[in-house]
């Protein structure tokens, strides 16, 4: 697990968890459902939370919920980004080469979550995640965490033309794939951070930081879906403490 320092307001905790550390984290991947809830429960201990995460149901859509003290059921998980102001909610989100995306407010008065692989990208999860916090995206400050970098991450030409579509200036975070020369149709490396992290600046946000950490090429630290699609899921949780 490593947390995540000189981000955030001090009244701010922001930890991301590792494969060697904590483990999976997930209970849609096929693993030991007992075991998947003995994990979680591990870590509500060792990060000294109140209450455990309210994990939600991720489906790469642009749902946010607000997380109170009341539990969720599982149908109003279903989303994939939440945000809280509640001393007592961390806000959680799993991934394996998607991004995960904290959000504080510079006050230290709200946290939020989300997660966003291209899908979720496109369609606005993070404009909005960042519409939903009750205060000025000026005052927001974002961290993107742990995800495929772009020597990594092939996609179609429908995904490029996609993004183009909803904002020429995106042609910048494509390069063409020179290793795909010989197929049908063009093959692109996407680099989803730098996108990630141009939606934040162009929705106001105030600080966006980029971890710079691939999930990809470190097989040891994190989960990586496009180099073994049957694998785990990392955590990213941000909670404000006392």
């Given at each position: 697990?490593?947390?995540i320092t000189?981000?955030?307001?001090?009244s701010?905790?922001a930890?991301?968890?590792?494969?060697d550390g904590?483990g999976?984290?997930?209970a849609?991947?096929?693993?030991?459902?007992a075991?998947?809830?003995?994990?979680r429960?591990?870590?509500?201990?060792?990060?000294?939370?109140?209450?455990?995460?309210?994990?939600?149901?991720q489906?790469h859509?642009t749902?946010v919920?607000e997380?109170t003290t009341?539990p969720?059921t599982?149908q109003?998980?279903i989303a994939?980004a939440?945000?809280?102001?509640?001393?007592a909610?961390?806000c959680?989100?799993?991934?394996?080469?998607?991004?995960?995306?904290l959000?504080a407010?510079?006050?230290?008065?709200?946290?939020?979550?989300?997660?966003?692989g291209?899908r979720?990208?496109l369609a606005g999860?993070?404009?909005?995640?960042?519409?939903a916090?009750?205060?000025?995206?000026?005052q927001?400050?974002a961290?993107?965490g742990?995800?495929?970098?772009?020597?990594h991450f092939q996609?179609?030409?429908e995904?490029?033309?996609?993004?183009v579509?909803?904002n020429?200036?995106?042609t910048?975070?494509?390069?063409?794939?020179?290793?795909?020369?010989?197929s049908?149709?063009?093959r692109?490396?996407?680099?989803l951070?730098?996108?990630?992290?141009?939606?934040l600046?162009s929705a106001?946000v105030?600080?966006?930081?980029?971890?710079?950490?691939?999930s990809?090429?470190d097989?040891?630290r994190?989960?990586?879906y496009?180099r073994?699609?049957?694998?785990?899921?990392?955590?990213?949780?941000?909670?404000?403490?006392h």
């Open positions: 697990m490593i947390k000189g981000v955030f307001p001090d701010i905790q930890v991301v968890t590792t494969a904590a999976n984290l997930a849609h991947v096929g693993d030991d459902p075991s998947v809830v003995l994990r429960r591990q870590l509500q201990c060792q990060l000294n939370l109140n209450k455990s995460p309210q994990w939600l149901q489906v859509g749902q919920i997380h009341e969720l599982r109003q998980r994939d939440c945000w809280t102001s509640d001393l909610t961390s959680a989100v799993l991934t394996a080469d998607c991004l995960p995306v959000f407010s510079q006050n230290g008065s709200q946290v939020a979550a989300a997660h966003a291209w979720g990208l999860v993070l404009q909005t995640t960042v519409a916090l009750p205060v000025p995206a000026g927001l400050i961290w993107i742990p995800a495929i970098s772009q020597a996609v179609g030409d995904v490029r033309r996609a993004f579509a909803a020429p200036a995106f910048d975070f494509f390069i063409a794939d020179h290793q795909q020369q010989n049908s149709e063009p692109w490396l996407c680099d951070p730098a996108l990630a992290g141009a939606v600046i106001g105030g600080k966006v930081v980029q971890s710079g950490w691939c990809f090429a097989s040891q994190w989960y990586s496009r073994q699609p049957a694998c785990g899921r990392m955590a990213s949780l941000i909670w404000r403490h």
